[in-house]
C-alpha cells in the first residue's frame, strides 16, 4: 500500500491590499487595536475574482511548480466555505479551467480545518489505491460574507488560495490524522441566517484555542511519531498572532519556524495553511524533507493536525 507526500505547492491572493488604516475609516477602529489584539497589518479583498478562479490559479501555480501536467491528475479536492454556488461545485469548475478530464472532484466544508482535513483524506485515498496524483486546495473568498459594519470581524477576514500537488510514494510523508470536532461548540463560529454573514464568540474561541490546541498539537506529533522540538516548521490556522504564537511555546517547537501569514493575509479560512506553507517553501526556508506540522482549526468547531515533509 503505498503512501503519499506533497510535490509541490502554489498559492494565489487578489491584488487588492485592505489596509487596517483604510478600515479605520470605516469603521470604529485602530491600527493599533488590530495589530496589538490580532496582529494584522493588511488583508487581500477579492475584485471580480471567485472561490474558483482563485481555486484555480493557486493549483495551477502548483501543477506549474510539480513535474505534473494536467492529465495526470486524477482527483481535486477543494476545501472551502464561502463556495458562491451550490452546484456545480468548486473542485469541477478548477478541473475544467485547468483541463483535467475524467477526474474525481468534491469540496470539503470543515471551515477552518478544511484543507488539514482534506489532506488527510487525499492521503487516504492514495493509500486505498483509488487516486495516484491529487490536487488539494484551500479557497476562500470570506469577503463577501463580511458586515462591512461590524468592527468585530471584518478587520480579521480576507480572501486568496493554497494548493498542494500530492502523489503516491513509497517513502510516505503524511502522517495520520489527528482529526475531531467540538459539536456543543458550534454556534461560536456561524455564516447563517438571512444575509448570511460571518459571526463569532470572539472571547469563547478565543479561549478553547489557548487551552485545547497545545494538546491537540502535542498530539498530533505523538501520532506522527515526532517530537516537537524536531519540527522545522509550523503551519498553525493563521486566525490570531496571540493565539499562534503562544501555542507555539507552549507545544515546545523551539525548533521550527513559526508561520505568520495572518501578519499580511489575515484569516482566511481553509486557504490560510496552505497559503503560508506556500509561501515558506517558495522563500526557501524549510529544507526539502523537513518535518512541518499542520494544525487546522475554526468553524464547527473542527480541527486536524498532520505532519509532512516538507516538498
Ligand atoms: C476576535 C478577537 C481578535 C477579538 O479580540 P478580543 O481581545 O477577544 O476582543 P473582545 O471581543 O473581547 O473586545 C474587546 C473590546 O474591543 C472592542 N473591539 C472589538 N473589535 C474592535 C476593533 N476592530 N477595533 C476596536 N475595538 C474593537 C470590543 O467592542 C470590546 O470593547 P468593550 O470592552 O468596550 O466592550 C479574539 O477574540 C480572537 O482572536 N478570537 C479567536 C478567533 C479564532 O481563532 N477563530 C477561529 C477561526 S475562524
New binding site residues.
Given amino acids: 500500500m503505498p503512501g503519499s507526500r506533497i510535490v509541490a505547492l502554489g498559492h494565489y491572493q487578489p491584488a487588492r491590499v485592505l489596509t487596517n488604516e483604510e478600515l479605520a475609516q470605516m ?4 491600527d493599533e ?2 495589530q496589538s ?2 496582529g494584522i497589518k493588511t488583508r487581500r479583498i477579492a475584485d471580480d475574482e471567485t472561490v474558483a478562479d482563485m481555486a484555480a490559479a493557486a493549483a495551477g501555480k502548483a501543477l506549474a511548480n510539480s513535474e505534473l501536467s494536467p492529465s495526470d491528475i486524477d482527483l481535486v479536492v477543494v476545501a472551502t466555505l464561502t463556495a458562491e454556488d451550490r452546484c456545480p461545485n468548486v473542485a469541477a469548475r478548477v478541473a475544467e479551467t485547468l483541463g483535467i478530464k475524467a477526474v474525481a472532484a468534491y469540496d470539503l466544508n470543515t ?2 480545518s478544511g484543507f488539514v482535513y482534506a489532506l488527510a483524506t487525499v492521503d487516504h485515498a492514495i493509500q486505498a489505491g483509488v487516486a495516484r496524483n491529487a490536487l488539494v486546495i484551500g479557497a476562500e473568498r470570506l469577503s463577501k460574507f463580511v458586515d462591512w459594519t461590524d ?2 470581524t471584518c ?2 477576514l480576507g480572501d486568496g488560495a493554497g494548493a498542494a500537488v500530492v502523489s503516491a510514494s513509497d517513502e510516505p510523508a503524511i502522517s495520520p490524522v489527528l482529526w475531531g470536532s467540538v459539536p456543543e461548540m458550534g454556534h461560536t ?1 456561524t455564516i447563517d441566517g438571512e444575509p448570511q454573514v460571518f459571526k ?1 464568540e ?2 469563547a ?2 479561549r478553547w ?1 489557548t487551552t485545547e490546541l497545545p494538546k491537540l498539537a502535542r498530539a498530533a506529533c505523538e501520532k506522527a511519531g515526532i517530537s516537537p522540538s524536531e519540527l522545522a516548521a509550523f503551519v498553525p ?1 493563521q ?2 498572532l ?2 499562534i504564537e503562544p501555542l507555539a511555546k507552549k507545544l515546545g517547537a523551539e525548533n521550527a519556524i513559526v508561520a505568520r501569514d495572518v501578519v499580511d493575509s489575515g ?1 482566511t ?1 481553509a486557504a490560510s495553511v496552505p497559503l503560508a506553507l506556500a509561501k515558506l517553501v517558495e522563500r526557501r526556508e524549510v529544507p526539502s524533507g523537513a518535518p512541518v506540522l499542520l494544525l487546522g ?3 464547527g468547531v473542527t480541527y486536524a493536525g498532520l505532519v509532512i515533509r516538507c516538498p
Avoid at 469603521?27 to 485602530?30: L, M, Q
Wanted: with cysteine; net charge positive.
Fill in positions: 469603521v470604529e477602529t485602530s487595536w488590530i489584539r490580532v471551515a477552518c468592527r468585530s478587520v480579521l463560529i463569532q470572539g472571547q474561541v478565543f484555542a490556522h486566525a490570531n496571540r493565539i484569516n479560512s482549526f475554526g468553524g
